[in-house]
């Protein structure tokens, strides 16, 4: 399992809403380019993000689920991208002082990246998702105290 850490200045609170508004996903999660619908329940267990993977014009839909869920603390999806089948992605939140501390682990579970050897499949994702936590944090560091990004 790929495993990536970051500190940001934000507040675990303001990292966390990110996390809660689906509609931000593709804001943050390295490949998906757009959002089609977010249940109404996100980010409860069973909630779905419809999102859509790739670069225009070549977009495939396909959607990410919650499987579990501590609100505030860490939150594991299922996120589907074909064509390379689907990955298991934890993000937990640790406050550190005034910081919080984000860790991001994930692996492939299912379809042709589960058939790469463990090595190149951590780095590959290790790489990606060093990128995602930037984001991650530019969006929770900027994010005002009413709930909108600006």
Do not use: C, F
């Amino acid at each position: 399992m790929a495993v990536n850490e970051r500190t940001t200045q934000a507040t675990p609170e303001a990292v966390w809403s990110v996390l809660a508004d689906g509609w931000l996903y593709p804001l943050w999660v390295v490949g998906a380019a757009r959002m089609r619908e977010v249940d109404d329940h996100w980010p409860e267990r069973g909630a779905q993000l419809h999102h859509s993977v790739g670069a225009w014009p070549l977009l495939l839909d396909d959607t990410t689920e919650v499987v579990d869920v501590t609100p505030g603390v860490a939150l594991t999806l299922r996120a589907r991208a074909r064509p390379s089948g689907s990955a298991q992605v934890t993000v937990r939140l640790e406050q550190v002082g005034a910081q919080t501390r984000m860790v991001i682990e994930e692996d492939a579970v299912s379809g042709p990246a589960r058939l790469l050897p463990k090595p190149v499949r951590d780095l590959g994702l290790s790489w990606r998702n060093v990128e995602t936590l930037r984001r991650l944090a530019y969006l929770a560091e900027r994010r005002p105290s009413g709930g909108g990004v600006r």
